[in-house]
């Protein structure tokens, strides 16, 4: 069963403006959430970070929120960006840091 | 250059054939994880190691065992590879529980 979905597989969004990437999870234990962004034949690479304490937490262009009472967490990326093109997975682990679960995943285009 | 490497990258073997994919990372990382990723599953984690001699099971570990003899070695080993395990396999690294995780390059696996 899955603990962390991404519900939307893929977005496109113009170059210039603002993409929210959505997930949702199910288990009120997690207390660490990260995303990760994916381009063909590479490896994941980290974005950013929250931890339960938090409900928001900026990077630049990139601003992860996090609602523990709906159990959801967003990326937006303002403003997007051509080369933000890529597959976006969030992640979550509990208290003990040690398992990961991760969404399925959602592709972004961003058109120029 | 800080790095996760993983051998081989392409890797097409037969049923039963005991196979081992190698992870190595050079940034003195204390935690390792080895993950699978499949269409429309995401990814999802097989196993996980702390330190040094300390390995545990994540979600998906049948058919899959792990040894940590160094601090920067994490091999995955296939005793009898199946059909059911072809798949994209990524080597992480982390400097503790609940971080940031370096990804290798991966390892596309097909079993016939």
């Known amino acids: 069963d899955q603990q962390v979905k991404q519900n939307s597989p893929s977005l496109s969004v113009q170059e210039g403006r603002i993409s929210i990437l959505n997930c949702d999870y199910t288990?009120?234990?997690?207390?660490?959430f990260l995303w990760y962004k994916k381009y063909p034949a590479e490896g994941p690479t980290f974005l950013i970070s929250?931890?339960?304490?938090?409900d928001k937490n900026e990077d630049g262009r990139f601003t992860v929120f996090l609602n523990k009472s709906a159990k959801h967490l967003s990326l937006h990326i303002v403003p997007s960006q051509p080369g933000d093109s890529a597959v976006y997975f969030c992640?979550?682990?509990?208290?003990?840091?040690?398992?990961?679960?991760f969404g399925t995943g959602t592709s972004l285009t961003v058109i120029p | 250059e800080a790095q996760v490497t993983q051998n081989p990258r392409y890797l097409i073997t037969v049923t039963g054939k005991k196979l081992t994919v190698t992870c190595s990372q050079n940034?003195?990382?204390?935690?390792m994880s080895w993950y699978r990723q499949d269409p429309g599953l995401g990814l999802r984690q097989i196993y996980y190691?702390?330190?040094?001699?300390v390995t545990d099971k994540g979600d998906v570990p049948e058919g899959y065992k792990v040894s940590r003899k160094e601090k920067r070695n994490f091999p995955l080993i296939l005793e009898s590879p199946s059909p059911n395990q072809t798949s994209l396999y990524f080597c992480?690294?982390?400097w503790g529980v609940g971080g940031e995780q370096y990804f290798g390059p991966g390892t596309r696996l097909t079993v016939t």
């Open positions: 992480a690294s982390s």
């Open positions: 992640a979550a682990a509990p208290n003990t840091g040690n398992q990961f679960y």
């Open positions: 940034m003195n990382h204390e935690y």
């Open positions: 288990n009120s234990m997690f207390d660490y």
């Open positions: 190691s702390m330190n040094v001699e």
């Open positions: 929250i931890s339960s304490i938090k």
